[in-house]
């Protein structure tokens, strides 16, 4: 079993910065991606950001040059920094974490999730 903690939420005043993280806990087989995602009041989970167990990153169009997502070589952090935030950037952030926890079950963890909030 993983446990996944998000932390460093706040709120800021459009144009700031913050860092997110999320220390993960317990142990996989394999790790496939860790990532982050959003959930604005009344809309869908969207993905933000996501990392592989190679290196290669996606990110939604709407974040695309203003957030960038890291991780430790452990898969025991991740990291997400975002620059110059916007009001509709204002959501619940929740980490992820997908792969195999034995060679033959695959696997989807979530965070509680952390608050951030852009104000105009």
């Known amino acids: 079993q993983v446990q996944l903690v998000e932390s460093g939420g706040s709120s800021v005043q459009s144009g700031g910065s913050l860092t997110l993280s999320c220390a993960a806990s317990?142990?996989?087989?394999?790790?496939?991606?860790m990532g982050w995602y959003r959930q604005a009041p009344g809309k869908e989970r969207d993905l933000v950001a996501t990392i592989t167990s190679g290196g290669s990153t996606k990110y939604a169009d709407s974040v695309t040059g203003r957030f960038t997502i890291s991780r430790d070589n452990a898969w025991n952090m991740l990291y997400l920094q975002m620059n110059g935030l916007k009001p509709e950037d204002t959501a619940v952030y929740y980490c992820?974490?997908?792969?195999?926890?034995?060679?033959?079950?695959?696997?989807?963890?979530w965070g509680q999730g952390t608050q951030v909030t852009v104000s105009s």
């Open positions: 317990g142990s996989m087989f394999s790790t496939f991606a």
């Open positions: 992820n974490l997908r792969g195999y926890s034995d060679p033959t079950s695959w696997a989807d963890f």
